[in-house]
């Protein structure tokens, strides 16, 4: 967000879901072939509420009140990310802004006159965002020839924004985001080693576990060997450069040029691989340093970002609970540990009394279950505890007991810090997908949880007291049905995929019940 334009009053309905008939005649607009779609839609939802607008060089921001600053949250209602938006002005305007987001004007001078006139309705502006909702905005206005006007200067206004936020930045803006490599479930980093040879009508690239090199012989002729990667580092039997693979011929043009490029490999959740390539070494060592620095804080905090530092005095050295359990995850063989629960964290030791840890779970966003009797590996007494990334551990207590008190000093551990933590102007931020879209949740009151789209910034804040129902469905989608504070619409539905939605349920669970200032 740059600077402001400008900001006042307008009347908004509720936004809704274009049809696509809709969207193809509005794309016929757009087009030049008439201007009838730009008039806003005669379809109006819920009710029309007064809200105060700021509109900026990217985001057309609205509250429910005139707000302290642009940033001011508690009174924000909503944001619509102008980037690749179209306008819908019914040809009040002349779209001096020739983009893709201007809907025509009027053919004639007579169609303008109809509208200056009264004679065609114009009582509303709208736009439509990429993912075809549209937000339709009225003036506040009495007199119509004054609400006409200021209908008109928020439609420049508007045209002029989303001419800005089209624009490719400068200054080494990202101007199209092609993908996003999720480090939070990064399974391993390695070098990588690509040779590169270009002939006069081919180029081959190495990649996967075999890259290639080639050399070429007095006709012209080249010769592609294979070699494994370990050789390729210099890592074969005893230290030479090991032995080469079965030859393959193919004739193509004389070898112009033979590089050989070390690069990182990034696998995500043990199974898409990213290969990153660098214009030099010293690129190639920053990056390295950057990703590990970035991965160590990720998985420090498992993958939930806390703006504060003061939840709990050194909270690690409170042990609430302690004691002899057998530990596994998915597997893996059962070992003996000895484990201690921190207002923050289950730590797990080999020893006791207790050395250097093993290991350690994040107890803030997480799910906690009771595996069935003899279901896992023929024992009884067994839970499991799934961290924010869905990485699940079980444990296995002498008794039924054990195991029953461990879970509720867990779920107690674990609600006593988001309480503490939001009390203490805290924030919790959780990495989810919306649909294809990344996005966040965020967590900064106990009476509200705000869910954004990182790609059109829309956002959707879900009033914990007017929760319906979140359900878990299948193994990473969260269904959340709530009743929107601003009353535009009875109800909404709102899906999102997370690594480990029972986390996320279970703090709307922990919220929910905070309202009363109780812990179960």
């Known amino acids: 967000m740059d600077f402001i334009i400008t900001s006042g009053w307008m009347k908004k309905w509720g936004s809704r879901e274009m049809e696509q008939s809709e969207l193809n005649v509005l794309e016929k607009s757009c087009s030049g072939s008439g201007y009838q779609s730009s008039l806003p839609s005669l379809e109006r939802n819920g009710s029309l509420k007064l809200r105060w607008f700021i509109l900026q060089s990217d985001f057309l921001s609205y509250f429910d009140r005139q707000p302290k600053d642009v940033n001011d949250m508690s009174c924000m209602k909503g944001q619509i990310y102008l980037r690749g938006c179209k306008l819908k002005h019914g040809g009040i305007i002349t779209p001096i802004y020739q983009h893709w987001s201007i809907g025509m004007a009027p053919q004639n001078n007579k169609s303008w006159k109809s509208i200056v006139n009264g004679e065609t309705e114009i009582d509303a502006i709208s736009l439509v965002t990429p993912n075809a909702v549209e937000y339709t905005f009225t003036s506040i206005a009495v007199n119509t020839t004054d609400a006409l006007k200021d209908l008109e200067n928020w439609a420049y206004s508007i045209s002029y924004a989303i001419h800005l936020a089209d624009k490719p930045p400068h200054n080494n803006k990202i101007a199209n985001l092609?993908?996003?490599?999720?480090?939070?479930?990064?399974?391993?980093?390695s070098d990588k080693m690509l040779t590169q040879i270009r002939g006069r009508s081919v180029t081959v690239i190495g990649e996967g576990g075999i890259s290639t090199t080639t050399t070429t012989n007095g006709s012209g002729a080249t010769t592609t060997t294979s070699i494994s990667p370990g050789e390729c580092f210099g890592m074969g039997n005893n230290g030479d450069s090991g032995s080469l693979g079965q030859s393959v011929e193919s004739v193509t043009g004389p070898i112009e040029e033979v590089t050989t490029v070390i690069g990182i490999s990034l696998l995500i959740n043990n199974e898409r691989e990213f290969v990153l390539l660098f214009d030099s070494q010293e690129d190639r060592i920053k990056w390295v340093t950057a990703i590990t620095n970035a991965v160590e804080r990720t998985f420090t905090q498992q993958n939930v970002t806390i703006y504060t530092s003061k939840v709990i005095s050194q909270p690690d050295k409170q042990v609430i609970l302690s004691g002899w359990m057998r530990k596994t995850k998915a597997n893996k063989w059962w070992d003996r540990r000895y484990c201690t629960l921190t207002p923050t964290s289950l730590i797990y030791y080999k020893e006791d009394p207790p050395q250097k840890p093993l290991g350690s779970i994040f107890l803030l966003v997480s799910s906690c279950r009771v595996i069935k009797q003899k279901s896992l590996d023929g024992l009884d007494?067994?839970?499991?505890?799934?961290?924010?990334?869905?990485?699940?551990?079980?444990?296995?207590?002498?008794?039924?007991?054990?195991?029953?008190?461990?879970?509720?000093?867990?779920?107690?551990?674990?609600?006593?810090?988001?309480?503490?933590?939001?009390?203490?102007?805290?924030?919790?931020v959780i990495p989810i997908s919306i649909g294809k879209d990344c996005g966040l949740v965020t967590i900064q009151v106990k009476e509200t949880i705000r869910v954004n789209s990182l790609s059109n910034k829309i956002a959707y804040e879900i009033p914990v007291a007017n929760t319906k129902t979140v359900t878990v469905v299948g193994d990473n989608k969260l269904e959340i049905i709530y009743a929107p504070v601003d009353g535009e619409v009875a109800e909404k539905r709102l899906e999102i995929i997370s690594s480990n939605p029972h986390g996320i349920l279970q703090l709307f669970k922990d919220l929910f019940s905070s309202q009363e200032n109780t812990i179960n």
């Open 178 to 189: 092609k993908g996003i490599i999720d480090l939070t479930h990064l399974s391993e980093i």
């Open 381 to 428: 007494w067994c839970f499991s505890l799934a961290d924010s990334r869905g990485l699940e551990y079980f444990f296995n207590t002498e008794t039924q007991d054990q195991m029953e008190r461990w879970i509720k000093q867990l779920k107690l551990a674990r609600k006593r810090m988001i309480i503490t933590l939001l009390d203490q102007g805290g924030k919790i």
